[in-house]
């Protein structure tokens, strides 16, 4: 979902300069763009839902779901968030919403079968933190700022290379270009930081959510087995091991994790492990 | 292993084996160890190479003879599966290191480094502290594999191929990195060595 809103903020700012070349005036281009953005913040939780697939469902259909989120939103002392299931076996969950009245929290049908009650009611309560941090607000709100920005920054480079706003339009092709360029330059840097911010709110609610449930061992596991990583140590024995590494295309020292972790909007997952044993530990025995 | 990771993989069996001094060492301290004194060297035997036909006095030489010499005691053991084992136990960590250095690399010089396959490190958790990570009397192994120059650890919960604590393992991995042990990156290389004779 991240990415959706990065593109649409891209697109913003596409659009806006589009309008700004055909000369329209300012004033109405950012009523445009407000509305837009405006639009967006407010239809997110539908629109995530359109795009996901998710079904919300009933304390009928999904008793057990219901009982462990109402459990949450109590101890978080928020109202029931609506509950949601996507059918597909990828684990994952997500929450969304502009603030705790309006909150949707959903599981796929995968990762309500791969964890166990504990874990699950982990990865819940550290969906709902997000929406106790309001970090979907955070993050529009950054969003926000980075596409009024980029935009800010655009028509400075527009005027220094036109002299004035919306006058005469000489303009050459390799100006126009040029301005392309900055809006992409710019927004690309502020969206870095927005990602940033997304990994360092992602932090956030890992300890929240630890904080409310008293449980930060749970999320670890969670995590370790939504990854799949602990599944990777085999069952193969070493002495069946015949051939030498020698012959190996890629050698062991140049296969690995590359550096992507600028891009990312979650934090590295062995990271956010550590930290929650760290946290258990601390939890368990007090803080020394 | 990334361009901008900053951890460098050793070049020799040396530095790597070295890590587990310091990364034994501060575990001791942090009470969440006995102190280790076993570990053997497994390899895939050669009657025709002459070291290997004559280990149990080239040991003897390499390990006892000299200035220096650490003087572990050591036994000669086969296993079910075709490979070799030298077991060796020292009360000193750091000798007992520096031995599975020697005979691995004993055996390597004398034309035996395609036969070299692991060493291998006994530890024992024991739950002397209030917040020990880990379940009092834990037997684990730390196995270095020779092509890959780096360490793994190994809590097997049975004899049979497949039985083992992945979850312990995987954490143990974390906390001997942060602890300075050089341990392999790619979990896919942690294989086990079910029925080892110590």
């Known amino acids: ?288 | 292993m990334g361009l901008f990771s900053g951890t460098k993989t050793p070049k020799d069996d040396w530095s790597a084996i070295a890590t587990v001094i310091k990364a034994e060492a501060k575990l001791q301290a942090l009470g969440e160890i006995t102190p280790s004194r076993r570990a053997g060297v497994i390899y895939r035997n050669d009657e025709n190479n002459s070291f290997q036909g004559d280990i149990k006095n080239e040991l003897d030489v390499v390990l006892y003879v000299g200035k220096g010499a650490t003087k572990t005691a050591f036994e000669i053991q086969d296993d079910d599966r075709g490979m070799r084992w030298i077991v060796l136990e020292d009360g000193n960590f750091g000798d007992l290191a520096s031995s599975v250095y020697t005979v691995g690399n004993a055996i390597g010089m004398n034309d035996g480094v395609d036969n070299l396959l692991a060493a291998v490190f006994e530890l024992y958790f024991t739950g002397t502290v209030e917040d020990n990570t880990y379940r009092s009397g834990l037997r684990t192994y730390w196995i270095y594999r020779y092509d890959r120059k780096a360490f793994y650890p190994f809590v097997p919960t049975g004899d049979s191929e497949g039985e083992r604590d992945r979850q312990t393992e995987a954490r143990l991995g974390q906390d001997l990195r942060k602890h300075g042990l050089v341990v392999e990156k790619s979990l896919t290389e942690w294989m086990g060595l079910w029925g080892i004779p110590f």
Do not use: C
């Open chain 1, 1 to 288: 979902m991240y990415f959706t809103m990065f593109m649409l903020g891209f697109l913003y700012a596409i659009f806006a300069l589009f309008l700004m070349s055909t000369g329209m005036e300012l004033i109405f281009i950012g009523g445009i763009v407000g509305v837009m953005v405006v639009v967006q913040y407010y239809m997110s939780d539908r629109l995530i839902l359109m795009s996901t697939g998710a079904k919300v469902v009933t304390a009928e259909q999904q008793p057990a779901l219901h009982r462990m989120v109402k459990l949450l939103a109590d101890r978080y002392e928020m109202p029931m968030p609506k509950v949601a299931v996507i059918d597909t076996p990828i684990p994952n969950a997500f929450a969304t919403g502009r603030n705790p009245k309006n909150a949707l929290v959903a599981v796929t049908t995968g990762i309500q079968q791969r964890l166990n009650e504990r874990e699950l009611q982990a990865v819940i309560g550290h969906e709902l933190a997000h929406v106790a941090n309001r970090d979907m607000r955070v993050l529009a709100i950054a969003n926000f700022l980075v596409t009024i920005t980029s935009f800010l920054m655009t028509m400075l480079f527009w005027n220094m290379l036109f002299g004035g706003m919306g006058g005469r339009r000489n303009n050459s092709g390799g100006g126009m270009m040029v301005v392309y360029l900055v809006t992409i330059v710019v927004y690309f840097i502020g969206q870095l930081l927005v990602l940033a911010l997304t990994r360092y709110r992602e932090y956030g609610a890992d300890h929240t959510g630890a904080e409310i449930s008293g449980d930060p061992g749970a999320l670890a596991d969670a995590l370790e087995k939504i990854s799949g990583t602990v599944n990777n140590i085999p069952d193969k024995d070493l002495r069946k091991l015949q051939t030498a590494n020698a012959f190996l295309i890629i050698p062991a020292a140049l296969k690995g994790e590359g550096s992507m972790h600028l891009f990312s909007t979650h934090p590295p997952l062995e990271e956010r492990v550590k930290r929650l044993r760290e946290l258990e530990k601390r939890m368990r025995y007090g803080l020394r």
